[in-house]
């Protein structure tokens, strides 16, 4: 099968292109440079897009977009958020739907960052968008992919948790004030954290595109969610070092900005995987331990 991906130089985004070339797949990369052999080119900005690579293709897996918690969340900044993601989607979208040999199948990032701050409350794809920015651009990331549904294409929308990787992401920007024991946990650490291994996230892509059963919202995401207090011993476990310091909310909103800390790092998202449950997906990595153990053994 030939697969166009977007994103494809991200964190999940190369893990992704390895996972489908292992398994025999044709990957053509969307890049915004002039493209090299076996790559096309696209504009999300001007609204262009090579539609002759996606002609006859496979599956598309659109994974671009602003790096979320990179910078302050200024006006310039949130725009960028929004409009990097909810321009690729429909352009990516509405060419699709243009075509006369679409693919077959479309599967769109999203993240778990629809639910908003929801606290203990358990979070399946049938619960409602909460409130807030990131829940915002979301919701618009995700009706963006409209266009290609309505022209008979299956869409997935992505709702990604925390990729656990020692490659990048959230943990990798943890580990080393953990590997010196000066880890710990933010805020009142009681807020949940939706995660999952980076190997069992590339899974779950691959697994979507295989089975015509997933469709529409699919949270990819761990079964076994944790609170962050849980984390930070699962964290100091691992690396066998103390995890017993601890970072103030008010802290974290003066360092990062209050909304980018209230809503990402402060917020609270219980979500369970039960599409990808429900379609017979198993997970290498259902506990958070076995997780770290992994990424830090493999440094993956």
């Excluded at 207090?229 to 974290?252: I, K, N, S, W």
Aim: hydrophobic letters at 45%; proline letters at 4%.
């Amino acid at each position: 099968m030939r697969v166009v991906i977007s994103g494809s130089s991200g964190l999940i985004g190369r893990s992704v292109v390895a996972g489908l070339r292992a398994r025999g797949d044709e990957v053509t990369p969307l890049v915004r440079r002039a493209p090299a052999a076996g790559e096309a080119r696209w504009d999300p900005g001007a609204g262009t897009v090579d539609t002759g690579a996606l002609e006859g293709a496979g599956a598309v897996v659109h994974l671009a977009g602003a790096g979320i918690g990179d910078k302050r969340w200024s006006a310039t900044r949130r725009h960028v958020i929004m409009s990097s993601r909810v321009q690729g989607t429909a352009l990516l979208a509405r060419a699709l739907g243009g075509l006369g040999h679409p693919p077959t199948v479309f599967l769109s990032a999203s993240a778990v960052g629809f639910y908003g701050d929801r606290g203990g409350e358990e979070l399946s794809e049938a619960s409602e968008a909460g409130h807030g920015f990131l829940a915002e651009v979301c919701r618009a990331w995700e009706d963006a992919t409209a266009p290609a549904e309505h022209s008979g294409v299956r869409v997935v929308r992505l709702r990604s948790g925390v990729v656990l990787s020692a490659q990048g992401g959230a943990l990798a920007r943890q580990l080393p004030l953990f590997r010196f024991g000066l880890g710990g946990r933010l805020g009142s650490g009681r807020q949940w954290l939706s995660w999952i291994s980076l190997a069992d996230e590339v899974r779950a892509i691959l697994y979507a595109l295989d089975h015509q059963a997933v469709r529409g919202a699919v949270n990819v995401t761990a079964p076994a969610p944790v609170t962050n207090r849980d984390f930070t011993h699962a964290l100091g476990r691992a690396l066998h070092r103390p995890a017993v310091l601890a970072v103030p909310g008010p802290a974290l909103r003066v360092a990062l900005g209050s909304d980018l800390a209230s809503e990402m790092v402060l917020a609270s998202q219980r979500v369970v995987p039960t599409a990808l449950l429900a379609a017979g997906f198993a997970f290498d990595h259902a506990g958070v331990d076995d997780a770290l153990a992994h990424a830090l053994s493999t440094g993956v």
